[in-house]
């Protein structure tokens, strides 16, 4: 059996930037270190910085006051920096710089008087963040959806969730773009997101089953997936060689792996190990060179001498 290794995979600059702000700040303020949400979408990423003192709840309130609390990446709505001060706790702000920059084109289209169309998922912590920064209409591009009936001249701005699917995405900014022509359009669907989705492209090309690796709530991975099976490859979402079921594997020679943004490359180590295939090719554009460095707001409390994830993930060292 050959398996086919999708290039890149695995961490994004988002999620490297928002573990290191966890491990940086148990360093400076010592344990226990609030995460609010899942630092990232991933239980083995969570579990890690959990076993080294940090302790996620859900909401802002669930923090013990005049405690030290960071916000996952996925963003958070103004609310919950409003409820924090209220609470006196010391909020560290681990919002991807590119959901920041969503934010901020929110903020930006609503004061220019624009009706602002979000697509994104329902419920998603992403989206729960997005909302809360200006008011917008919610398209799910999963469901069936209209836009609203505006009057002649209104001026629409269109933003995506980060981690959408790049054709679904398309085809509703097509759909959005036929009864709204001048809407502005702003692709959001960030770097990391389009590159695993082309690289998941070219596996599904060569391979007979596609394994993602990574998490059942991880929009990312669940994308990845969906771009398989979409081309009539059998995907599965997995976290481990333990969620693997080998009546998959039953007759196909050519398997493509790949991991959404948030995985662990020791998760997909440890797949391939199990599969102890005969050749491992690598498919894709190619590795990432974007890297986000702490903000200077941060540096200045919980500095930046330690930045360890990248090198914790490896990517494309020996497997
Ligand atoms: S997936 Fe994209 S938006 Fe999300 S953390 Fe990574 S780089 Fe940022």
Known sequence: MDIYLASPRGFCAGVDLAVDIVDLAIQQYGTPV?????????????ADVEAKGA????????????AVVVFSAHGSPPSDYTTAKKRNLTVLDATC??????????????????????????GHQEVIGTTGHADMTLIDEREDWSLPDWEKGTEIAVLTQTTLSVNDTAIAVNK???KYPDAVIRDDICYATTNRQAAATELADITELVLVIGAQNSSNCNRLKDVALNKGIPAYLINGPEELDTDWLEGVSKIGITSGASTPENQVKAV??????ENVFRIGPGEESTTFAIPR??????????RNSKEKQAPDEDH
Request: charged share 30%; aromatic share 4%.
């Open 34 to 46: 609030y995460v609010k949400h899942q630092i990232v979408h991933n239980p083995k990423v969570v």
């Open 55 to 66: 302790i996620t709840v859900e909401t802002v309130d669930d923090v013990p006051r005049g």
């Open 97 to 122: 710089p590119l959901v920041t920059r969503v934010h901020n084109e929110a903020k930006k289209y609503d004061k220019e008087g624009k009706e602002i169309v979000l697509v994104g998922h329902v």
């Open 176 to 178: 959005i773009k036929k």
């Open 272 to 277: 391939i190990k199990f599969l102890a295939p």
């Open 297 to 306: 707001n941060l540096r200045e409390v919980i500095g930046d001498g330690v």
